[in-house]
């Protein structure tokens, strides 16, 4: 006899329904306040796999916390499968994170250049490429100025 077809994915234990649940939450960016000359940015910053689990309970966790009820268990259970449909509020927290680290897309060139300055003048040699892509690009912007020295 067939099985009938359904829309929803079929788990064989509440387990895997729980990890595909944070997966789906679990952002790859976050928001980082950076003060710079007075102002506070809020600068995108990728981050692992841990911090982001580590995000996706803590905001599966509020999210069960706002519910209205007093049943806990029914609570989490609700919002786990409202997380796993996608209409949850923590998936609308990941959404906004993403919507806003797009927005703020411009103020995350400080923390590239804070790496390359750390890379060239601090000589600490993280990544070897890096420094000879960064070796290149200044030896691009000495020969374009000198060319310009030239000329006058």
Same mark, same amino acid.
């Given at each position: 006899m067939p099985k009938p077809l &359904? *829309?929803? =994915?079929?788990?064989s234990n509440t387990t895997n329904r729980v990890q595909l649940t944070i997966? $789906?939450? &679990? =952002? $790859?960016?976050?928001?980082?306040?950076? #003060?710079?000359s007075g102002s506070t940015h809020q600068? =995108?910053?990728?981050? $692992? !796999? *841990?911090q982001g689990k580590a995000l996706a309970i803590r905001w599966l966790l509020g999210a069960y916390r706002k519910r209205p009820g007093r049943n806990m268990a029914l609570k989490l259970s609700s919002e786990l499968v409202d997380a796993a449909k996608g209409s949850d509020d923590a998936i609308h927290k990941k959404e906004e994170t993403?919507?806003?680290?797009?927005?703020?897309?411009?103020? !995350? &060139? #400080?923390?590239?250049?804070?790496?390359?300055?750390l890379l060239v003048f601090d000589g600490s040699f993280i990544f070897p490429e890096l420094i000879l892509i960064f070796g290149l690009i200044l030896l691009l912007m000495i020969d374009s100025t000198s060319d310009k020295k030239d000329l006058s």
């Amino acid at each position: 006899m067939p099985k009938p077809l &359904t *829309t929803a =994915p079929q788990f064989s234990n509440t387990t895997n329904r729980v990890q595909l649940t944070i997966r $789906g939450v &679990t =952002p $790859g960016i976050a928001l980082k306040a950076r #003060r710079v000359s007075g102002s506070t940015h809020q600068v =995108p910053v990728e981050i $692992g !796999s *841990t911090q982001g689990k580590a995000l996706a309970i803590r905001w599966l966790l509020g999210a069960y916390r706002k519910r209205p009820g007093r049943n806990m268990a029914l609570k989490l259970s609700s919002e786990l499968v409202d997380a796993a449909k996608g209409s949850d509020d923590a998936i609308h927290k990941k959404e906004e994170t993403r919507r806003m680290a797009e927005a703020n897309r411009a103020f !995350s &060139t #400080r923390i590239f250049m804070k790496a390359f300055h750390l890379l060239v003048f601090d000589g600490s040699f993280i990544f070897p490429e890096l420094i000879l892509i960064f070796g290149l690009i200044l030896l691009l912007m000495i020969d374009s100025t000198s060319d310009k020295k030239d000329l006058s």
